[in-house]
């Protein structure tokens, strides 16, 4: 579902001129992106046995897949600060009625992601 949104929204920021739209969905992209990696740190972590070599197993993995989230993080915020900041300096004109709605659906699939993982 937040595949959909995604493109959705960042189809609906590219052509409605949008940069809140794109943010949200490099935001919504990031976020599956995020869980993923934690997936991953968490199943090498469980079937790593702590050894002489590996006191603590591969747990050190989780912290750093967190790490990796918020440096994969940095490019995002960098092309998002550009570009409002190329819009500061010469506005372009949204439409004044997409935008609205697709940033309502696009908080609709939040709040469903929410939902969802929180069970």
């Known amino acids: 579902m937040d595949s959909i949104g995604f493109i959705i929204e960042l189809l609906g920021g590219i052509v409605f001129g949008s940069v809140a739209l794109v943010g949200d969905a490099l935001h919504m992209l ?9 997936l991953g740190a968490m199943i090498i972590a469980r079937r790593s046995n702590p050894s002489g070599r590996w006191t603590f197993g591969l747990f050190r993995v989780e912290p750093f897949a967190a790490f990796l989230n918020g440096i994969l993080l940095v490019p995002m915020v960098l092309f998002l600060v550009y570009e ?13 009625m997409m935008t609205p709605v697709l940033a309502t659906g696009g908080r609709l699939i939040n709040v469903g992601s929410v939902y969802v993982l929180q069970g």
Do not use: N, T
């Not at 409002?84 to 004044?96: A, G, H, K, T």
């Open 84 to 96: 409002s900041y190329q819009r500061y300096l010469s506005p372009v004109e949204i439409d004044p």
């Open 30 to 38: 990031f976020d599956a992106l995020a869980y993923i990696i934690a």
